[in-house]
């Protein structure tokens, strides 16, 4: 499932031919992949779509590379070319963009965070200057040393800085900078919540307004009930047999516990009463089962819950249910959501945002979307950094830190910097070298 998630294009080189070894020792390999190198090295291909959630679960392709090439589905036009995930930033409007040659960060107005002797695990006290107010990538082969240096150093330094927290940094004399900044926000693939309670609407806060929406009906109005009443987390108006999850739990000790939907709501989550109020012609358990899609137009004419709804389409998560539990959300889905409740926020200008691979396990179309979104933050005078292993999200970066030039204790040097042309350029980088194919396309 997904192999090449973590893997750096030269790495991914290598697993192809390993791939291929056992194929040819007469094995089968099956794999999802989202990866074009992968999928243009494969045998045969089955591609499931059109759409994703309840658009999808067709098969709309079956073939080899060559045939997929000569395909009009969307997986077919971004790996034969006709399609490309280039986003260019124009005043305030996102359009098609041409290659980003040259780095602006020399202007003399621009400023930088500093991580001065970075020396974590394999990093050789290296001084990295990060621009800000730019889309940053943080490059590098498997090991070079990019999660040392942004996760550890850098992000554990600033929450500690900014939000008091407890986690102890990695090794490093200073970073300096940090008074341009006013906010930092850590984009990860942690769970956003480990229980059914939590999930996509509870998260982002668009609830409330759901919540809101419903005690301010004719009925619930009539019988009294407040916001509270259609919460699942607060007794009066949830199913009291199951406490609101929806489902019971069954202890399994020695295995993994399993969950069996309640036979007393059957899955909905609140008691009868609850579910008599109705706003449009739905109960609070028939809208919690809406996708996002959905969602956004029945809820188009409230614009606080609309935009909510909205941030958590622009990031590709519009086939999700709004009461999807939390449990049930890849690692990139909890990212994205996450990501979303940022977006939501009042931006400040001055927010540094850190993602560690955001891109995985998405197909070219959903990167191209979440791609748009992060420039738009940059749009807004905030600066973006990530670790990232895909050629088309880093292509769209303004600048690059390459790690390398191999992984371990080859590794923790700064190999090359600057906007993604200028990388391709440097024949020292491993990223260079792969960065070339995708900016001539």
Not at 85 to 91: K, L, P, S
Not at 165 to 174: I, L, V
Request: with cysteine; glycine share 10%.
């Amino acid at each position: 499932d997904e192999p090449s998630v973590g893997l750096h294009s030269r790495d991914q080189g290598r697993l192809i031919e390993t791939l291929k070894k056992l194929r040819d020792l007469g094995n089968t390999v099956v794999l999802c992949e989202h990866d074009a190198q992968t999928i243009r090295n494969a045998d045969w291909i089955i591609d499931i779509g059109p759409g994703a959630g309840k658009h999808g679960g067709k098969i709309i392709f079956q073939g080899t590379p060559k045939e997929l090439l000569k395909s009009h589905i969307l997986t077919g036009d971004y790996l034969s070319g006709r399609k490309k995930v280039e986003i260019n930033v124009r005043g305030s409007k996102l359009e098609v963009r041409s290659d980003r040659r040259t780095s602006n960060i020399q202007h003399p107005t621009s400023n930088f965070l500093i991580i001065k002797g970075a020396k974590e695990h394999n990093l050789k006290n290296i001084d990295v200057k990060i621009p800000l107010g730019k889309f940053v990538c943080i490059t590098g082969v498997s090991g070079s040393g990019k999660s040392s240096l942004m996760n550890d150093i850098l992000a554990r330094a600033l929450m500690r800085k900014f939000y008091k927290s407890k986690e102890e940094p990695g090794k490093h004399e200073a970073i300096l900078g940090c008074e341009h900044l006013n906010k930092v926000a850590l984009v990860d693939q942690s769970p956003i919540g480990r229980t059914p309670r939590s999930n996509p609407v509870t998260y982002t806060g668009a609830f409330s307004f759901i919540r809101d929406l419903f005690s301010k009906t004719k009925e619930a109005r009539i019988r009294g009930y407040r916001p509270g009443r259609f919460s699942f987390n607060v007794k009066g108006g949830r199913c009291e047999a199951c406490g609101g999850q929806g489902v019971k739990k069954i202890e399994m000790y020695f295995l993994p516990d399993v969950y069996v939907q309640c036979s007393e709501c059957k899955g909905k989550r609140f008691n009868r009463e609850t579910l008599i109020v109705e706003y449009r012609g739905k109960n609070i358990a028939d809208v919690l089962e809406m996708t996002v899609e959905e969602a956004l137009e029945f809820f188009k004419n409230i614009p606080g819950l609309f935009q909510k709804l909205k941030t958590l389409n622009d990031v590709g998560l519009g086939y999700i249910g709004l009461g999807q539990p939390a449990p049930s959300l890849s690692g990139g889905e909890a990212q994205r959501v996450k990501l979303a409740t940022e977006l939501s926020k009042k931006a400040t200008g001055k927010s540094l945002y850190i993602l560690d691979e955001p891109t995985t396990g998405l197909h070219p179309h959903d990167i191209k979307k979440l791609v748009w979104v992060l420039r738009s933050l940059v749009e807004k005078g905030n600066t973006v950094l990530m670790c990232e292993h895909n050629l088309d999200c880093i292509k769209n970066s303004d600048f690059i830190i390459d790690l390398g030039p191999e992984g371990g204790d080859e590794g923790g040097y700064i190999v090359a910097t600057g906007a993604p042309f200028e990388i391709s350029k440097n024949k020292k980088s491993y990223t260079g070298k792969y960065l070339k194919s995708v900016l001539k396309t």
